[in-house]
């Protein structure tokens, strides 16, 4: 099994930065594109950002395309998601997951963590 941890949320200003951190434990998740998603309260989770397992290629949803950059280092079994210039519909608990494309990709070995809450104040 493999557990995901999301860190780094928080509550900041508009215009400022934050940098999310997922890490994996259990096993590698170094074989897989993985992805960022955010959960407005009363809402579906939408499509943050992702990367490829090498981090050779990246997407974004155009609502934060120019400000947030997806990251990774397999060596730590994290993903990253800096966020700059934040704006208040940023406001959502943010997920890390493995993607095919823009859509999350579990196994029986993987599933959602508790992700990590993002506030921005206006």
């Known amino acids: 099994q493999v557990q995901l941890v999301e860190s780094g949320g928080g509550l900041v200003q508009a215009g400022g930065s934050l940098r999310l951190s997922c890490a994996a434990s259990g096993r590698t998740f170094s074989s897989y594109a993985m992805g960022w998603f955010r959960q407005v309260s009363g809402k579906e989770r939408e499509f943050v950002a992702a990367i490829s397992w090498t981090g050779g290629n990246t997407d974004y949803a155009d609502s934060v395309k120019g400000r947030f950059t997806i990251s990774r280092d397999n060596a730590k079994n994290t993903v990253y998601l800096q966020m700059n210039s934040l704006k208040p519909e940023d406001t959502a608990v943010y997920y890390c997951?493995?993607?095919?494309?823009?859509?999350?990709?579990?196994?029986?070995?993987?599933?959602w963590g508790q992700g990590t809450q993002v506030t921005v104040s206006s």
């Open positions: 997951a493995p993607v095919m494309g823009r859509q999350p990709a579990f196994n029986v070995f993987v599933s």
